[in-house]
């Protein structure tokens, strides 16, 4: 079946530090992978995705790989703002687009 | 920009009411999601409907009933509420053919 496992937070940095947060999959076929940000009080941003294995998606300075040999696709930001707060969730959806799989979320906190 | 709206941001309700919570998306979307959020579980589907008037359950579906009687409309209806279905309510919608879904803010219900 199809799964989503990524790291446990809250992970705490400092502005300006490197920022990794850990996504791998279980999947069948070949899904497409996704990064969603929720801030505060709101709901579900997408952040990037990417559909086939070798793509990299990036927005606003976050960048994946979707990596499937590893099956993974780790969530990267060379420079972190205090902005960039927020719960990050990776996922994935299988070939009839209708069911998402969610990991858990990783809670991020940048202090200045 | 697709907009996915939902009726209340915050919602109290006494146990044994019947509660209704509204989605509506502005974009056309065939296909509307609910799904609740819960600390430490992530985003678990609770309904999806592909069409007017069809609907198919999700991972959770007890004690949940929906309504698709407008396209552009996706209601999330609790029988009869219960304390543990406290919980962030977040709807979303996908266009056809496309991998993405989209999310409203979400409504956040407290039953007492």
């Known amino acids: 079946g199809n799964s989503v496992t990524q790291m446990e937070g809250p992970v705490t940095l400092s502005e300006e530090a490197f920022l990794t947060i850990n996504c791998t999959y279980t999947?069948?076929?070949?899904?497409?992978l996704f990064w969603y940000v929720q801030y505060p009080g709101e709901g579900l941003q997408l952040l990037l995705k990417?559909?086939?294995?070798?793509d990299k998606g990036s927005n606003k300075g976050f960048e994946a790989t979707y990596r499937k040999e590893t099956t993974s696709f780790h969530l990267e930001k060379g420079s972190v703002q205090v902005s960039d707060s927020a719960v990050y969730f990776c996922?994935?959806?299988?070939?009839?687009?209708?069911?998402?799989?969610f990991g858990s979320g990783t809670k991020l906190n940048v202090k200045p | 920009d697709v907009k996915v709206t939902q009726s209340s941001r915050y919602l109290v309700k006494r146990t044994g009411e019947k509660v209704f919570l509204e989605c509506v998306q502005d974009m056309d979307h065939e296909n509307m999601f609910w799904y609740r959020q819960d600390p430490g579980l992530g985003l678990r589907l609770i309904y999806f409907?592909?069409?007017?008037?069809?609907?198919e359950k999700g991972d959770i579906p007890e004690g949940y009933s929906v309504s698709r009687e407008k396209k552009e409309r996706f209601s999330l209806i609790l029988e009869s509420a219960s304390t543990n279905q406290t919980s962030m309510y977040l709807c979303?919608?996908?266009?056809?053919?496309?991998?993405?879904?989209?999310f409203g803010p979400g409504t956040r219900l407290t039953v007492l």
């Open positions: 990417a559909t086939k294995a070798d």
């Open positions: 996922a994935l959806v299988g070939y009839n687009f209708n069911k998402f799989y």
């Open positions: 979303a919608s996908r266009p056809p053919g496309g991998d993405t879904q989209y």
């Open positions: 409907s592909y069409d007017v008037k069809m609907k």
């Open positions: 999947a069948t076929g070949y899904p497409s």
